[in-house]
């Protein structure tokens, strides 16, 4: 996810690989080098700190991270900084001079805030993540849903190029996959000052678009 600022840029790279959260939480944490590393009950979560204006974030429910090479992100190794982990009631958060990361060790829920303590995305309460088992072409897969908060005053822009006409997408409907003259890009900004990137290849639906619909065979014909 890339935050815009003014003159300073935050970024915030998100993946998601098979999440699950549920109601109550056995949380445990540890640093390894520039990543923050936590075990919430089944799931894990990685928070990478790239630099002081860009995190990298993960989960999964497997034992491991994918290894897989990405095709959005630039593999390479990111120079360790300064950051500092501390804790809060039930908050761990973690900080560089120029962005914040907070977790909430009882719901999973996650905040990012800038220098100045303003809220830049704040996942909706609860944590907003929920993963529905589901096949596809008879290959057993997961459909992933994430929900953040957002103020009426947030306008967002982005996500690739659309027939619509439209520059503002808050509040908007879209189907994201690549088809005629629609070229998806799984990346906004918004007005608050940051950008999200969604580590994802898969179909993504943005806000709630009506599933696609077959024509029923009783109204198709030829002449």
């Known amino acids: 996810m890339v935050l815009i600022n003014k003159k300073t840029v935050y970024i915030v790279m998100i993946s998601f690989l098979f999440m699950f959260f549920g109601c109550e939480k056995n949380m445990s944490y540890s640093k390894d080098g520039n990543s923050v590393n936590f075990t919430i009950d089944q799931a894990k979560l990685k928070i990478v700190v790239c630099n002081e204006n860009t995190m990298q974030v993960k989960y999964t429910l497997a034992d491991s991270f994918s290894t897989k090479k990405s095709l ?44 100045n303590n303003n809220v830049l995305l704040k996942e909706k309460a609860g944590g907003g993540k929920t993963i529905t088992p589901s096949t596809f072409e008879d290959y057993n897969t997961n459909t992933i849903q994430q929900e953040f908060e957002s103020p009426t005053d947030e306008a967002l822009y982005g ?3 659309h027939q619509d006409r439209l520059l503002n997408i808050k509040g908007r409907d879209l189907d994201l996959y690549q088809r005629n003259m629609e070229v ?32 029923p065979a009783k109204f198709l014909f030829d002449k």
């Open 72 to 115: 959005i992100l630039e593999d390479k190794e990111w120079t360790q900084i300064p950051f500092d982990i501390t804790e809060d009631n039930n908050e761990v958060i973690i900080s560089t001079k120029k962005l914040t990361a907070k977790v909430n060790i009882l719901t999973g829920e996650m905040a990012f805030l800038d220098a």
């Open 159 to 161: 996500l690739g190029q």
């Open 184 to 215: 998806y890009m799984p990346f906004f900004v918004s007005t608050k000052g940051y950008g999200l990137l969604w580590h994802n290849y898969a179909h993504t639906k943005f806000g709630q678009p009506d599933s696609i619909q077959s024509i």
